[in-house]
């Protein structure tokens, strides 16, 4: 069992950043992949990014690629994602999963995660 714990969220003017934090319980982080999925409303939950459980590879949306970096803390049981440069359709409820893996394949698919935190909001005015 990993529970999620989202953090980092805010209002913040186009151009601007943000770092999202998610805190993982349990003595297993390091076995899971980790992903950031983001939701707006009327729309339906889109892949962010995502992260190998020992940080070799990363994934990312081409919407946000170049502008947001995902990473990782093993010791510390904590996924980032460091965003750069929003815009007001980055606007969205941003939530952490995690994906029992330990090979270097990562998943863009919701399904495939095992365990969600319940989100932070990022809300970027222009």
């Known amino acids: 069992q990993v529970q999620l714990v989202e953090s980092g969220g805010g209002l913040v003017q186009a151009g601007g950043s943000l770092r999202l934090s998610c805190a993982a319980s349990?003595?297993?982080?390091?076995?899971?992949?980790m992903g950031w999925f983001r939701q707006a409303p009327g729309k339906e939950r889109e892949f962010v990014a995502a992260i190998t459980w020992n940080s070799v590879r990363t994934d990312y949306a081409d919407t946000v690629k170049g502008r947001f970096t995902i990473s990782r803390d093993n010791a510390k049981n904590t996924v980032f994602l460091r965003m750069n440069s929003l815009k007001p359709e980055d606007t969205a409820v941003y939530s952490c999963a995690a994906h029992y893996r330990q090979d270097s394949s990562l998943s863009r698919r919701p399904y495939d995660y095992n365990y969600w935190g319940q989100g932070t909001q990022v809300t970027v005015s222009s």
């Open positions: 349990g003595r297993t982080f390091s076995m899971y992949a």
